[in-house]
């Protein structure tokens, strides 16, 4: 076990070889940020880490460190501090790194260590004369002081050395109170505490010989856990300065003299027994074992290190071949141009393109590699090459050639100078077969210049925007339109705010509620017919547009806008509704007027309906009257037979028996009572008369009237055969026309003539001239019948009163009548609806005429 | 002065007493008198002619050989008579001279549909009327056989 006492060099062996081992990966995977560090240094560790007189940071730790970081570069700054601070403040960042961390379990969650350059054991430092502390287990029961912090206290703790631990700001103070009488025991490094001792002068302490075996420590220089970078530099730098022997110029300046000065005899044989000697065989060992191992270690890194190489050639050829798949594929080809040696290099890529074989061909001739071109690309092609080289400035061209196996392509050629110190000295390029391309872009353009065409020979404006609003591209039409002179006054800006920012009336149109845009605001098309769009010379015109969105791969980009003017056609529409307007006008005007009429027609029809009501109760009257004119006329009726009866019968008496006692006793009679009784017998029979006559109108009133056509001119003359007598025949100069035959009843018709010729007679009997003239007069619709005589007249100023009934204009004694006759005449006239009358003068006769009704036959006539 | 049973030539169907004097005054003076058989209403002159009544006693063949009939009757009146005279086999041989004060042409109408033999109108001329009653005595009594 003593052996591990010495074991810091054996670690720094093992440790220098790894370190060697890896070094090339340290390189690889970390580099450091910082090329100067901070690191925090104790005051009270010596010989380790301390201060001088002047109060800096001096140390073994301290030289140790920064020999290891001179030798790779690192400047080092150093902050003195108290163990904990410092601890403190690497742990928290605020220090790159400690000279002298003690390696244990709990710092390793915090810290990372570099390999160990120290090991320490510690010891039980008692005041001289202490008794009864031989072993680590006779300080259960002792006050035991240690230093905050610092690993002694870890170690007690975790051993649980004591049960009295107390602890102390710094090891001073403890070696102090331990002189001056307080606790037990100072537990702490061997070496540093005789050294610490021996600088304040305090020679009743002393350290126990026996060794606390599990109180070893090892000592690093720590850095923040993680920061692997400048542990590697760490590592690298103590590994250098191991080699080189700086560390054991360090050492000997540290602990070397002193150490052996302040050595007795005794205790030099002591170490030389205890450790040198064992530790002596025990490196022989270890060193047998660690060179083996070593070289085992190495053999197999070979082994892995050809296996990787030969990995990286598989690797290599299997980029070769995917480069030349990757050529051909994408027909593109590289080179390299060495300015010195004025080699070139050509991927296979190259070959391809110029149509050759690579073991046929060699390519650094850079000129013969340009006679593939056409020759206007030729020498283009070699003018930037040499400006290349000369200004150090890259080319890229466009160039047609022939291949060596007589294809045409076209090309494009880049070249990128590598510049060194200013100096061109390599230039490395591609050429990349852009033939499909060229194709594609030729029918790119091609079709371009179609549609730009198409676009220009149409009469409505063309123009599109991006989401932006400004013009991408317009047509003719559309400059036209616009009263735009060129493309350029109109591409790149805003159409919106160029001929659409008015509306028709004035007022501003926003360009957020513009309709244009809303074709790919709102993902489809748009239309509008009642806008304006302003030209540049600030006036305006009707328009009609669509406005439908352009989509690349999905995505809305702009709007196409269609446009054409269309002031022409709003003028045509205006008109056209102007005059359907009035046509409509017309249309109401006239349906008024229709419903007026349709309206007072409707009111003509009420009216109607009321005169049809009004008709038919007066047709209910006239029923009601007519049925009380048969009631009366059959009451009339009644009478009349009473009277023919009942008034005949005493007449007949009267006559009868005034006949009868003018036969039985006539000759008791004398001359006048038989005058009387001849009155007594006239008056009744005048009686009979008159009733009779009576009887008779009354009987024409009421008589049913049989029409038929009446043959006047045949019914006139039998009535006058019929009445005159042979005499009167004889006297009478009888005149009668054809007369036109009558539509009427032949019986009331007949009376009619009788009742007429009589009077002519009766009346012409006293007259000188007796004559009787018939005859008629006709017009369209009925015929005047007259009868004419030259008799008594009449008076015509009683002419109205000749047709009523017992109204004579002649006393009896003049002419005998009843009065009657006329009024039958009258009565036959109307019941045929004629009219009757009458002119005479008195003494100079009379005319009388009626009128009838023409019948069809009289017309014919 | 009538009996029931004498043959009668005319019955006399006349309920006003003046015309029945004057009508016999009539056939009187045509010497037709003896034979003429006088009833006052229509009710009797059917008894007579049917032998019903106060005539049941009446030989039933012993028709009249005309019938003077005057329409305006108490009871049952002229028409009436007329109708049953002629609506009956045996009776309606008879001749029948309608009497009457009226020239209304429904009673004349009516009296020939009944089948009346003669229509004679009461003059108020009593010469006229007996001439009338001549000339019908003439024509019915004398010239006129009865068919059995």
């Not at chain 2, 109408?109 to 009338?132: A, M, Q, R």
Request: charged share 30%.
């Amino acid at each position: 076990m003593k052996y591990r006492i010495l074991l810091v060099s054996l670690f720094l062996f093992v440790f220098s070889f790894d370190t060697f081992a890896h070094q090339p990966e340290i390189d690889k995977q970390n580099t450091l940020k910082s090329d100067t560090i901070t690191i925090g240094s104790e005051p009270d560790y010596p010989p380790y880490c301390m201060v001088d007189e002047n109060g800096n940071a001096v140390g073994f730790s301290l030289d140790l460190f920064k020999a290891a970081a001179a030798a790779v570069d690192l400047k080092v700054n150093v902050k003195i501090g108290v163990w904990n601070r410092i601890k403190q403040d690497l742990a928290e960042g605020r220090l790159d790194a400690l000279p002298l961390v003690g390696r244990t379990p709990e710092r390793e969650e915090i810290f990372d260590f570099t390999m160990p350059y120290l090991s320490m054991h510690g010891a039980v430092f008692v005041r001289e004369g202490t008794k009864g502390i031989n072993s680590v287990e006779d300080l259960k029961n002792k006050e035991v002081a240690v230093m905050e912090g610092d690993n002694a206290e870890e170690f007690v703790r975790r051993k649980n050395i004591s049960n009295k631990i107390i602890t102390t700001k710094t090891f001073e103070e403890a070696f102090r109170n331990l002189a001056s009488g307080q606790y037990d025991a100072v537990i702490t490094h061997r070496v540093m505490g005789i050294n610490l001792l021996k600088k304040m002068g305090i020679e009743s302490v002393k350290p126990l010989d026996f060794q606390i075996q599990e109180f070893r420590q090892d000592f690093c220089f720590a850095v923040q856990e993680g920061n692997s970078a400048l542990l590697s530099r760490l590592n690298e730098g103590l590994s250098i300065i191991i080699a080189n022997d700086t560390y054991e110029k360090i050492r000997l300046k540290w602990f070397g003299p002193a150490v052996k000065e302040g050595m007795t005899a005794k205790e030099i044989a002591r170490i030389t027994v205890y450790v040198f000697i064992p530790l002596f065989l025990i490196m022989s060992v270890i060193w047998i074992f660690v060179l083996r191992r070593e070289v085992k270690r190495r053999t197999k890194s070979l082994e892995e290190e050809i296996s990787r190489h030969k990995n990286t050639l598989e690797q290599l050829r299997k980029q070769k071949l995917l480069l030349n798949e990757m050529e051909k594929i994408s027909k593109v080809g590289g080179w390299e141009y060495d300015v010195q040696t004025g080699v070139i290099n050509w991927t296979e890529g190259m070959y391809n393109i110029y149509g050759l074989k690579r073991d046929e061909y060699e390519p650094s001739d850079y000129r013969k590699n340009t006679d593939f071109y056409y020759p206007e690309y030729k020498k283009q092609i070699i003018q930037s090459f040499a400006n290349t080289l000369e200004t150090g400035k890259p080319y890229d061209l466009q160039a047609k050639l022939k291949s060596a196996d007589n294809e045409e392509k076209w090309v494009r050629l880049r070249g990128r100078p590598e510049v060194v110190n200013g100096e061109v000295v390599r230039v490395y390029g591609n050429l990349l077969d852009v033939t499909e391309m060229k194709l594609i872009n030729d029918e790119i353009k091609e079709r371009g210049e179609r549609i730009s065409l198409l676009l220009n020979s149409t009469a409505e404006g063309i123009y599109g925007i991006d989401l932006e609003g400004r013009c991408t591209f317009c047509n003719t039409s559309a400059l036209e339109l616009l009263g735009f002179d060129d493309k350029n006054q109109v591409i790149g800006k805003n159409m919106h705010d160029l001929i659409h920012h008015t509306r028709a009336d004035g007022t501003e149109y926003p360009e957020s509620e513009c309709r244009i845009f809303q074709a790919f605001k709102a993902g489809e098309g748009t239309h509008a017919d009642d806008e304006v769009m302003w030209k540049s010379d600030g006036t305006s015109f009707q328009a009609e547009y669509f406005s439908y969105p352009i989509r690349q791969d999905g995505e809305i980009i702009g709007c196409v806008v269609t446009f054409w003017d269309i002031t022409q056609r709003k003028e045509d529409e205006e008109e056209l509704k102007n005059l359907k307007d009035d046509l409509e006008r017309q249309v109401e005007e006239r349906t008024a007027e229709l419903q007026d009429k349709v309206e007072k027609l409707n009111k003509s029809q009420k009216a109607m309906l009321y005169m049809v009501e009004d008709l038919n109760s007066i047709t209910a009257e006239l029923q009601e009257e007519r049925r009380k004119l048969e009631l009366s006329n059959k009451e009339l009726e009644a009478f009349a037979y009473s009277v023919s009866h009942d008034l005949r019968a005493p007449l007949r008496a009267i006559n009868g028996f005034s006949g009868f006692l003018m036969e039985d006793y006539a000759d008791k009679l004398d001359k006048e009572g038989k005058r009387q009784l001849s009155v007594i017998r006239q008056n009744a029979e005048k009686m009979d008369a008159l009733i009779a006559d009576i009887l008779n109108l009354s009987r024409i009133s009421r008589a049913e009237i049989n029409f038929t056509e009446v043959d006047m001119y045949s019914l006139a003359k039998s009535k006058f055969d019929e009445i005159a007598t042979d005499e009167e025949k004889q006297e009478f100069e009888f005149s009668i026309s054809e007369l036109p035959p009558a539509v009427g009843d032949e019986n009331l018709l007949g009376q009619l003539w009788q009742n007429l010729i009589g009077n002519a007679l009766k009346y012409s009997s006293k007259s000188e001239n007796k004559r009787i003239e018939i005859g008629y007069r006709e017009n369209s619709d009925k015929v005047i019948y007259y009868i004419k005589d030259e008799g008594a007249g009449f008076n015509p100023k009683y002419k109205d009163k000749l047709f009523g009934v017992f109204q004579r204009l002649h006393r009896d004694n003049e002419f005998e009548g009843t009065g009657v006759g006329l009024a039958v005449v009258q009565r036959v006239v109307h019941r045929h609806g004629g009219e009757i009358w009458a002119d005479g003068e008195l003494n100079k006769g009379a005319t009388f005429y009626f009128s009838m009704r023409r019948s069809d036959k009289s017309s014919n006539s | 002065m009538q009996n029931i049973n004498d043959v009668v030539e005319i019955l006399l169907v006349e309920d006003n007493p003046n015309d029945v004097e004057m009508a016999l005054r009539a056939f009187k003076k045509n010497k037709l008198a003896n034979s003429i058989f006088v009833v006052e209403d229509g009710e009797e002159a059917l008894n007579f002619i049917f032998t019903k009544g106060k005539f049941a006693e009446r030989a039933e063949k012993n028709l009249p050989k005309m019938i003077l009939l005057d329409l305006k009757l108490p009871k049952v009146d002229g028409l009436e008579v007329l109708r049953e005279i002629k609506g009956n086999e045996e009776t309606k041989i008879i001749p029948v001279v309608v009497l009457t004060s009226s020239k209304e042409e429904s009673d004349i109408v009516e009296s020939y549909k009944l089948g009346v033999n003669s229509y004679i109108v009461k003059p108020v001329d009593f010469d006229k009327f007996v001439n009338t009653v001549k000339d019908l005595g003439f024509y019915w009594l004398l010239l006129n056989e009865r068919p059995y």
